[in-house]
C-alpha cells in the first residue's frame, strides 16, 4: 500500500520545531494583551463572495491563488480563506461588534494559496494579524506600526539591522482614480516596453504595475507618476500626522512612493517591515487602512486598520538573525525503581505537576522500566533541573529522594534529600527554585 504524505506546501510542524511556533504565539499573546486587543477565531472556510468582493476581482490571490469549491450539500460558492482582514470584518458586521464603539482584535491561524512552494512561502501558512476597526485618526496607525517594533524588540530583533519600515499615503479612493488615469497614460505611451503581466494589468489594476519586480520595467516605473502629487489636503493631513507621531517616539522609517499592497481595500496608510536576510522574500509584516471594506462588505461605513505578519516567514528571519528560543526541559524527571512502584508514585507526580512543575515520567518499555543507571541517563538527556527517585527503599520509608541535576557554573551539584511521599504539594517550590538551599 501507498504511503500517505502531506500536501505538497502544506507542512507538518513537529517538536522541537513546535516549540519554536509556540514560544512565538505566547510572545504576540502578551503583546496584544498590553495593547488592549482581543482575540477572534472565524472560519478557515468563508463564501467565496466574500473575497471578490473584498480583495478585488482582479488580484492574483481573486484570479489565480484561490482554494474555491462548491459545497456539494447545497451547491455554495465556498473558498480557503487566503487571508483573514474579510473575515474579521464579515464576522464584525454579522455580530455588529462596533455597536458600542470601536474595537481592537487579532487572530493567528492557517490561511491558503495555491502558488508555488518555496522557502518561506507555502501553500499552508500562517498569519497572525492585528485589527482596529472604528477609529479614523492616525494615532491608531502609529499604534499598530509601534507595536510591530515592541515585537521585533522583545525577540530579540534589531530594527535598523534586521527590519526597516517603509511607509507610503494611497489617499482616497477619488485621489487615486485621478492618479490611475495618470499612471495609464503614462504606461500606454510606452506600451511597447511592458511585459505580458503589466499589459494585462494596464487596464484593471495598473496599481499593481508599480509592485513589477521585473528589473527591466524599473526605470519606466520610476518615471511613472506619483501617488502623492494626488493627494489632497486632508489625506497629506493624516499622513502627515502619522509622521509626527512616528518622529516623536523615535521610529525611523522610509518614504516609499511605490508601496501599494496588493490588495484593492487599503486606502491612506500603508506600510511593510522589510528585511534584507530572506532574499526575494524581503516582506515580513505589512498592512495600512483600509476604511472602505466595511461598507463594501454590506456594514454601515466605519474606518478600520490593521497588519498581519506571516509566521514562517518571521521564524526564518529569526533563525537568520541567530534569534533563537532556548528549549524549556521539564523541571523534573520521574526515575521508577521498577513496575510495581508506580502505583505509589503516581499520586506523588500528578500532585507535583497539579502545583506547577514539569514532570517528565520515564515510560515502562516492552522489557520492564529498565535498570535505575539507564534511567538517571535518560533524566540527564532531558535537560530536567532535578531526577525524583521512586526506588523500593525510598517508598518502603514513605519518601521521594530529590537529586539536583544542574549546577551553576563553578558550583559543586547539590546534595540528595528526600521528602515525604504523601504531602508532594508541600515541598513543590523546592523543585521551581533555581537556587534550593538543600
Known amino acids: 500500500m501507498d504511503k500517505l504524505q502531506a500536501v505538497k506546501g502544506m507542512n507538518d510542524i513537529l517538536p522541537p520545531e513546535s516549540a519554536r511556533w509556540e514560544w512565538l504565539e505566547g510572545k504576540l499573546r502578551g503583546l496584544m494583551a498590553r495593547y488592549g486587543y482581543q482575540n477572534v477565531r472565524t472560519p478557515i472556510v468563508e463564501p467565496t463572495a466574500l473575497f471578490v468582493r473584498g480583495l478585488g476581482e482582479v488580484t492574483d ?8 469549491f462548491v459545497d456539494a450539500m447545497n451547491g455554495d460558492q465556498l473558498s480557503l480563506r487566503p487571508e483573514n482582514t474579510a473575515g474579521v470584518v464579515r464576522a464584525t458586521i454579522e455580530h455588529a461588534l462596533l455597536h458600542e464603539g470601536g474595537r481592537r482584535l487579532y487572530y493567528m491561524g492557517p ?22 476597526l472604528g477609529f479614523a485618526g492616525p494615532d491608531v496607525d502609529a499604534e499598530l506600526i509601534l507595536m510591530c517594533r515592541a515585537l521585533w524588540r522583545e525577540l530579540g530583533l534589531v530594527e535598523a539591522r534586521d527590519l526597516r ?13 485621478a492618479h490611475r488615469a495618470a499612471l495609464v497614460a503614462h504606461f500606454e505611451a510606452h506600451h511597447d516596453l511592458l511585459d ?4 494585462r494589468r494596464l487596464h484593471t489594476n495598473p496599481l499593481r504595475i508599480l509592485d513589477s519586480k521585473n528589473p527591466a520595467l524599473q526605470p519606466l516605473i520610476e518615471a511613472a507618476p506619483k501617488l502623492v502629487d494626488h493627494l489632497g489636503d486632508e489625506s497629506r493631513a493624516h499622513f502627515d500626522a502619522l509622521r509626527a507621531l512616528l518622529d516623536a517616539a523615535g521610529l525611523e522609517y522610509r518614504l516609499n ?34 476604511d472602505p471594506l466595511i461598507e463594501q462588505l454590506g456594514g454601515k461605513p466605519a474606518p478600520a486598520v490593521g497588519w498581519a505578519l506571516g509566521v514562517e516567514r518571521l521564524l526564518l528571519l529569526l533563525a537568520e ?21 508506580l502505583p505509589r508514585a503516581l499520586p506523588a507526580i500528578e500532585a507535583l505537576r497539579a502545583a506547577g512543575v514539569s514532570v517528565l515520567m520515564h515510560a515502562a518499555g516492552k522489557d520492564g522500566y529498565g535498570g535505575m543507571k539507564a534511567q538517571f ?14 526506588g523500593a527503599d525510598e517508598l518502603a520509608r514513605g519518601v521521594v ?31 521551581l527554585d533555581d537556587n534550593p538551599r538543600l
Not at 490571490?61 to 474555491?68: D, Q, T
Not at 541517563?377 to 531526577?387: H, I, K, N, Q, Y
Request: glycine letters at 10%; charged letters at 25%.
Open 401 to 431: 529522594a530529590l537529586k539536583p541535576l544542574r549546577a551553576r557554573a563553578g558550583e559543586p551539584t547539590g546534595v540528595q534529600v528526600e521528602r515525604p511521599l504523601a504531602d508532594a504539594a508541600s515541598w513543590a517550590h523546592e523543585l
Open 257 to 290: 512612493p511605490r508601496l501599494v499592497r496588493g490588495l484593492d481595500y487599503y486606502n491612506l496608510t500603508v506600510f511593510e517591515w522589510v528585511t534584507e536576510r530572506l532574499g526575494a522574500q524581503g516582506t515580513v509584516c505589512g498592512g495600512g487602512r483600509y
Open 321 to 341: 538573525a541567530g534569534v533563537a528560543p532556548a528549549a524549556v526541559p521539564p523541571r523534573a524527571f520521574a526515575v521508577l525503581g521498577a513496575a510495581d512502584v
Open 196 to 199: 505580458d503581466d503589466s499589459r
Open 61 to 68: 490571490i481573486v484570479e489565480k491563488e484561490m482554494y474555491s
Open 377 to 390: 541517563r535518560r533524566a540527564d538527556a532531558s535537560g530536567a533541573a532535578w531526577a525524583l527517585i521512586f
Open 111 to 132: 490561511m491558503f494559496r495555491h502558488e508555488r512552494p518555496q522557502k518561506g512561502r507555502y501553500r499552508q501558512f500562517h498569519q497572525i494579524g492585528a485589527e482596529a
Open 165 to 177: 519600515l517603509e511607509i507610503n499615503s494611497l489617499g482616497q479612493p477619488h485621489e487615486r482614480r
